[in-house]
Structures are given as C-alpha cells and as structure tokens.
C-alpha cells in the first residue's frame, strides 16, 4: 500500500476503512483525487458525462430469513471520456467483489469514498477505457432506507411476510449499487428467485401468477431513470381490469381492490385522449400494506399504492388518476434533478385533474381543486418561504424536502392559470406536443421554460409572469380561483353547527349524504375555537373517529387535538398503529407535538415507540425528527 493511501485512509471513515481494497500505486493517486473531488450536485456522485450506464441486468436472491438480498448488478457501459474510473452511487450496502467483463470476468480494484448521512458514498471502480460490463456483487444490510420487509401479522393474510421498495428520491443506492440521478436512463432486466408460494413483481413486464420455482424474470425495455426500479414480493394474485391494466393484491383484498379501480380502463383512454399514447404497453396497480409510505409511487407499469385508497366508495380514486398520469409526466418526460421536481409533480396534479374532470364531470374536479388549494394555504403557511419557490435549491439538503404542496399544488395551478390566459385548446396541444417531443429524456426547469416561450406564449403573443411563478416565494396574484358550490354549503353547515335551530336539522344527515371531500373541508371549516363538547356532538351523529375513511379520520384527529377532545383518542391511537401513510402522519404526530397539552406530546412518544416499527424507514426517520425536533428545544 503506498503513501498516498495510507494518507488518504487517516481521514476517511472507519466504515470506509472495511471496504477499502488494495490497489497499485497509480490507481490509488487517481482514486485519491477522485476522492477530494467528489461534488455533491445532483445528489449523486456519478459523472454520467463521463460514464454511464446504459443497461443494468441485477441477479437478486430475497432472503426472507435474515431480511437481506444478495445480489449481482451488472452495468453495461458507455465510457463516453476514455475515463479509467467508473462511479456509483451506494448508501449501506455490503459490497464483496467487482468484476468487469461479460462472458469472462476479471476481479478489478474498487474504492468505497466516504459516507455521508444524506448520500451516501461513492463507490469507484478501477477500468480501462474499453471495459463494457461492471458487475458488483453485493448484498443489502439492515439499514437498508429502500426496504420493508414486514412481518406476516402486519400483512392482510397474516401468514406471509412481505417485501416492498421505495426508490424515490434517492434509496435506489441503499438496495442496488447504481448511478442514482434522474439524469440518466437505462434499460433493465432482472433474474429474481424468492421463496416457493411467492410472487415477485417489479416495474417492468410482470407475471400474473405464482410459479413452482420461484424464480422470476424481468424486462423493463424502456429507458427510465434509477429512483423507478421497484420491486414487491409478497403472496400476491393478480385479477384482469381490462384489455391492458389490472391489479395485484393479496387474495383477501382482491374483490375490493378489484371493485374499488374497475375505472381504470376508462381513466388509461381518458389520458390518451388528452395527452397522447400511452408509452408503457401495460397499466398495473399493486395494492400494498398499510405501512406503504405514500398514497401512490408511479413505478412504471406497475403503480404501487396504499390501501386506504380502498375505501369502497372510489372516493379517493383521483390517486389513481395521479399515478397513472405520471406514465407522462414524470416518467416519459422527467426532472433532470430534485430541484426540478415540480416538473414531475406540477403536472402530474394538473393532469390528474383533466383525468377527473373527463371521467367524473367538472363539479368534482372543482371540488378536488378546491380541497388542493386549502392544502397549498395551509402549507405556505408552515414551511420557510425560501421553500415556497417552484424550482428550489436543495443542495446539501435530502432531496425528500422538496417533497411538499409547493410542487404539486403551486406547480398545478401554475398551469391552470396558464390554460386560463391561453385557453384550454391552445394549452392541451402545447402539452401534447411537450410530451411528445421529450419523450424518454429529462428536462429542467430553465429547459421547460424556454420551451414554454417558443411554442405557446410567443406563437400567441401573450405575457405571462412566468418568472415571479417559478423563482418567487408565494403564489402570484393573478392564481386563478377555483370555486365550488358544493363546497360552499357545506362550509355554510359547519359554521353554523350546533347553533340554535340548526341543531335539529343536523342530527338528521348522514354521512353517505356527501362525500370524502365534502367531510374534509366541513372538518376543515368548523370553528376554530370549537370545544370538546360540540366535537363530541358531531361524532354522535356522524362518528367520524371511527368512519373508516383514512381522510376524514385524519382531518378529525387533527382538529381534535389541542381541543381536548380526548374522547378521539383509542381510534387515532389504533389508526396510527396500522397506517404508515406519511400524507396522515406527519401532521397528526407535528400536531400533537405543538399541542399545548402536555400530556398530547406524551401520547405522540408513546404511540410512535409502539407503532414505528410497522412503519417504513421513511416514515419511521420523518416521525422521528418531528418528535426530537421537540425534545430538542
Ligand atoms: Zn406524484
């Protein structure tokens, strides 16, 4: 081992220390300036101008036993600078050996760089310029950020444990070694074995039932960005929607699953009638369990979403309509970094709501809107300003943060009032033809915007604010305003609850008199200073503490904290234990750590140390920092 190295070994954590290999001297100057050069744009340490990965073909065995895959990622190259260093992008994972070539492999030097809470750490492979295939083997550890693996109990069947991935922004790296920027596309395929009486599922083409062998091959044929790759295995069954979508689930969720998206053949032609084909061939949902950290993930072909979106009235079926516009918006035209990611989300929402409007009428998309603007109200009061831009700056920071209202809701109505100046005609072929020019490519912000001035608002001679609605904290005056009148008598009744007369009038409706959103914003608009008493006058009539809809439990458990409603609590209690979905979480926990009823915090501490661990890694660190954040004042 030379000088340098020793040197370079002094500063670099223990961690580093176990995976450092030995490498001649030339090698080990080059690594070591590679080293102290590392960059932490894009969230990522590879430098794709240089090298790239073009097609990644994984080996995967999933052990169920010690909660752990091992594994081969086999990268085929293109080193378009003759560099003697490929790079990628790694976080916890347990790298055994690299090798390079296709049909005979040499073992090759490889350096682990430091790790960084937030990156993790780049893993550098030593080649020469004519080296086509890099193959890692690897497996993943137990502080994997991308996996639950969940016990049976926390399953809808309780006898089969399960396995699930969530890759976005940046946890591809904690389960495959792999160049983890939106920026680049690849192509990929997989060879899976699981245990017998388990299905594996990824976002690519998929089985439709079990096999005897339990092992499961895969194609994704068209190119996507890592933070896409995605993979369930669980005791799955699949049921037909339609000549090309349908759904996965466990056999006990599958009639309501079933049931609850028999819309979606209808949703698929509502899209590619407003935006263009649909570019995936095949459209598929897999129902998860309660922990699954988000609504809904747009993994290609494969949508993975939350089954609290079931709730057998198809009321929150506009998650759906989400997932699948990302087909377009997000995954055929995708943000070239975190920092653009309301170029993902934006219009995915906007898009979302053409969907709904096509399928269900323009009343409920209004009220859809409506209920959204709320939201983006309620955020801009809570974040920093600096956050309230659309393209944001979130270098040094987890790209996780810019995951808030501002690039979904400001970003959707930054387009609706763009469709309002130009007029809905104009604004659908603008977007028809921006997703058919960038297919399959990545965009910024800067990219978007110059495409925006030379084919709608210079073609049509309009001024726009474009500027002040990207690069300003705060939503620009000229938003436009969405009404509802559904929504406005409803806002009426909760106002005036329990007063006088009214009373009577109230004890007489029912909940299947209006629907989810409808509840959400008369919880929403009850009066703020509304006492336990009244609270529990409500729940005598239409129980909302225990409906059963996660939306309007949440919105209730929420208003009923700091309002001494104590009555609320064994539901919310069992409701925090079961779902892991981080849209209820994160304001429920904020809210009862800012309660100004001591014993609130004590009861947030004690829920989360029972529930955390039925909750993904993602969820399990948010909570965890709402709570600290308390402690730590
Ligand atoms: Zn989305």
Redesign the pocket.
Known sequence: MNILLKALLSVLPIISLLFLQSCDSNDGIKLAEKLQQIKHSQHSYSKIKELRTTHLHLELDVNFDNNTIYGVARHKVENLKNVDTAIFDIKYLNIQKVTVGQHKEKETDYVIGKTDSILGAPLFVSIDSTVEYINIYYNTTEQCEAFDWLKPELTEGKEHPFLYSQGQTILTRTWIPVQDTPENRITYSADVKVPKDYLALMSAENPTSKNATGEYHFEMKQPIPAYLIALAVGNLEYRSLGTNCGVYSEPELIDKAASEFVDLEKMIHAAEKLYGAYSWEQYDIIVLPYSFPFGGM?NPRLTFANPTLITGDRSLVSVIA?ELA?SWS?NLVTNASWNDFWL??GF?VYFENRIMEELYGKEVADILAVIEYQELRRTLNSIEKEDTKLKLNLSERSPDEGMTDIAYIKGAYFLRTLEATVGRQKFDNFLRKYFQDHAFTTLTTEDFLVYLDKNLLKPNKVTFNTTEWVYQAGVPINCINIDSKRLDEIEDLAKNVGKGKKLKEFKKIKRSDYTTQEWMSFIRNLPPGIDAKTMKLIDQVLDFKNCGNSEIMCEWYMLSINRGYTLMRPSMEKFLNKVGRLKYLEPIYERLVDSHYESDYDLAVRIFNSAKSNYHPIAQKSIESIIYKKQSL
């Open positions: 747009e989400h990302h997000g993902n989300e995915t």
